[in-house]
């Protein structure tokens, strides 16, 4: 079997942001899908990469992931790693093992060494963007709650994403935990995300004020750019801390985990692939470190791809899943996977167990984004809260 076309397709799920899948076809009639991370005004830019990765690969097996893998790192790329070609790489990868299992007859999760769990448990996110204030934050956690879910996950911070933050701001993040703390009660797990906005100092401070709130994790406290910022962070914060959303490689982790930097990881499924998730878990294992995937990708593809991994590594904790992409991924899919109560079932049927309506994807073209400067003229560093003009 020979690899004869790969191709990559922008979507736009109605909000949030454009999704970038791709779809590889074989010369026996089997095809598969996977899916590149992006974000908003670098979507063209992964989808080239994805055009350039092509010729590299069509005419080889498309069982040969791990040599196609490194051909890729040493030839395209030539030993220089970025977000955007290992993201364009995982779209691909991804695809490969679809089509591995369909050949096989098995869900991908048993050519990863089979099962460690029957099922996925998943957090909400996505819900809390735009929120204007606590009232109507509350009054979402509350929404997500109903749906069935007892973990969800949102930054509390409003503002800039900047080092150094102000007493006020850090006063709206921690009455923020605390209003949705009381408003869904001790039973609901609390995933507080930084965004890597502050200062180690500033991440001690913040995560002391919300203790009595008992957050799940602290996640991304500091820039993971210069892992000792975290370490230091680590040291004085008494919640799990996470890190790794902007790490790629199994060459990434080695000072997080030498370091002991985090408590649990979260790389991104649709930036490391699959192959690569597995390899930096089985890293993390020795070291006792979770890994609880990042994934803000559809809830198809980039979704399935995720609890295939995680179902094959003994030190998952929990997966992450964006609501705001859900109603545009089912619009567009043929078949894909069940949720409910926030949790997933493991597919049964051979490759990813999910596909695509191509008819119904051509109905969901991308949609440019205009980008802006995110602040003007005094903005920059005021000590307000920015206002909806200044963005």
Same mark, same amino acid.
């Given at each position: 079997m020979k690899i004869t076309s790969i191709k990559p397709y922008l979507f736009f799920p109605g909000q949030a942001k454009n999704l970038c899948l791709c779809r590889v076809d074989t010369d026996?009639?089997?095809?598969?899908?996977?899916?590149?991370?992006?974000?908003?005004?670098?979507?063209k830019a992964v989808e080239?990469?994805?055009?350039?990765?092509?010729?590299?690969? $069509?005419? @080889? &097996?498309?069982? %040969?992931?791990?040599?196609?893998?490194? !051909?890729?790192?040493?030839?395209?790329? $030539?030993? @220089? &790693?970025?977000? %955007?070609?290992?993201?364009?790489?995982? !779209?691909?990868?991804?695809?490969?093992?679809?089509?591995?299992?369909?050949?096989?007859?098995?869900?991908?999760?048993?050519?990863?060494?089979?099962?460690?769990?029957?099922?996925i448990r998943v957090y909400a996110n996505g819900w809390w963007g735009g929120a204007q204030n606590i009232d109507e934050l509350v009054e979402r956690a509350l929404a997500v709650k109903a749906q069935g879910f007892t973990a969800m996950k949102w930054d509390p911070f409003k503002g800039y994403w900047r080092t150094y933050i102000t007493k006020q701001q850090e006063d709206y993040a921690v009455?923020?935990?605390?209003?949705?703390?009381?408003?869904?009660?001790?039973?609901?797990d609390l995933l507080v995300e930084v965004h890597r906005r502050l200062s180690p100092w500033h991440a001690i401070h913040?995560?002391?004020?919300?203790?009595?709130?008992?957050?799940f994790?602290?996640?991304?406290?500091?820039?993971?750019?210069?892992?000792d910022l975290v370490v230091e962070a680590k040291k004085g914060i008494k919640a799990p801390v996470v890190t790794g959303e902007t790490l790629y490689s199994k060459y990434d982790f080695?000072?997080?985990f030498e370091k002991r930097a985090a408590d649990i990881i979260n790389p991104d499924i649709c930036v490391s692939g699959i192959q690569g998730m597995m390899e930096i878990a089985s890293m993390a294992d020795p070291y006792n470190i979770l890994v609880s995937p990042h994934n803000f990708n559809s809830n198809l593809v980039g979704l399935a791809a995720m609890v295939h991994m995680s179902v094959a590594i003994p030190n998952f904790l929990i997966g992450e899943m964006f609501?705001?992409?859900?109603?545009?991924?089912?619009?567009?899919?043929?078949?894909?996977?069940?949720?409910?109560?926030?949790?997933?079932?493991?597919?049964?049927?051979?490759?990813l167990g999910i596909d695509v309506d191509m008819d119904a994807l051509a109905k969901h073209p991308y949609k440019y984004f205009e980008r802006k400067f995110p602040f003007k003229g005094a903005a920059m560093y005021s000590d307000e809260f920015p206002r909806k003009e200044d963005y």
């Open positions: 026996e009639g089997l095809y598969g899908w996977g899916e590149a991370y992006v974000v908003q005004g670098k979507e080239t990469y994805i055009e350039a990765m092509a010729p590299y690969l $069509i005419g @080889r &097996s498309p069982f %040969d992931i791990k040599h196609s893998a490194t !051909a890729m790192f040493d030839d395209f790329a $030539i030993r @220089r &790693s970025s977000c %955007d070609f290992y993201a364009a790489w995982s !779209a691909i990868e991804i695809a490969l093992w679809d089509i591995a299992g369909k050949a096989c007859g098995q869900p991908v999760y048993n050519l990863l060494g089979g099962r460690c769990r029957e099922k009455n923020s935990v605390k209003a949705i703390r009381e408003a869904v009660g001790p039973d609901v913040f995560s002391q004020r919300i203790e009595e709130f008992n957050p994790w602290i996640e991304e406290p500091c820039l993971a750019d210069n892992i080695i000072p997080v609501l705001t992409v859900d109603e545009g991924s089912t619009a567009i899919a043929s078949e894909r996977l069940a949720i409910k109560d926030g949790f997933i079932d493991l597919p049964t049927k051979p490759g």
